[in-house]
């Protein structure tokens, strides 16, 4: 009876701890990072959706795309992005690439809920040129989380909608990639990472590992991220100090720093803001 217990309690220890390690391997861990703290210019708005190129961080404020720059280790005061991005309507989830001159972002369409766009940094005029919708990555559905790597070689989308005869009530990861006339038709990229439950966003780590949010197991009622070595694999829980049980969604990182969109987060303003961190070098 003892060797059962002690074989049950290794059991234990190696899907708590070993495991996941194995799984995070390829991704960040938490001695990468300095104190996950609020950011400095989070305010009692809707603050969600990071990314971060470079040295400066773009995000949704209110449904409108921001932008500010760490400078002499200060962050700059955020300003809309400038350039007809913002609109009436909700501009959400930006993804800049391409040396930060490529600018790629959810709108919503009172006609197809939110499709997605892309944009490219005008040096003339020093704004964002006029965007336009990109048909072969939008659906009739509800389109919302764009992931595109620098060289716009491949695409990772979130949407309600779908690009084959399937059906879904959820949203899924799709997977485009650019072709001699465009982006080529998404295709769903299946289990274990689309499970039947809302996939909001994606992020993709420099290794291949795939970041996503939501509420993956049962009875969870709020959302956390989780991490897969790559598209084939089973999403796991991040740790602490990257999820608490704050509702951590959308994380965004680069050589310099990590940002995750929390709501209720201790250190925070309130309601649904950012947290970021330094990169220990």
Partial sequence: MLVKKRNALWLMLLFVFVLPALVNANGITSDM????????????AVERMPWVYGNTLY???????YSSTFENGVWSEPQPVPGPINTG??????????????????????????????????????????????DA?????????????ENE???YITTKGTFDDSTTEVRNVWKSTMEADGWSTPISIGEPINSGVNVWSIFVGPEGEIYVDGMRELALTHYELYVATDENSEPVLLGAPFNTKANE?????????????????????????????????
């Fill in 33 to 44: 990072w300095g104190e996950i703290k609020a950011w400095d210019h989070s305010t009692q």
């Fill in 59 to 65: 995000y949704a404020k209110d449904y409108d795309i």
């Fill in 89 to 134: 309507a909700n501009e959400i989830n930006p993804c800049v690439v391409g040396g930060g001159k490529v600018l790629y972002f959810a709108r919503h369409d009172p006609f197809s809920d939110y499709d997605f766009y892309r944009s490219e940094w005008d040096e003339e005029t020093h704004q964002w040129g006029e965007p336009e919708v990109i």
């Fill in 137 to 149: 990555l939008s659906t009739d559905g509800q389109e919302w989380k764009i992931w595109v790597d």
């Fill in 153 to 155: 070689t491949v695409a």
């Fill in 249 to 281: 969604r959308e994380m965004a990182f680069n050589e310099n720093f990590l940002f995750i969109c929390a709501q209720n987060r201790e250190g925070g303003v309130g309601g649904y803001c950012l947290f970021y961190a330094e990169r220990i070098k």
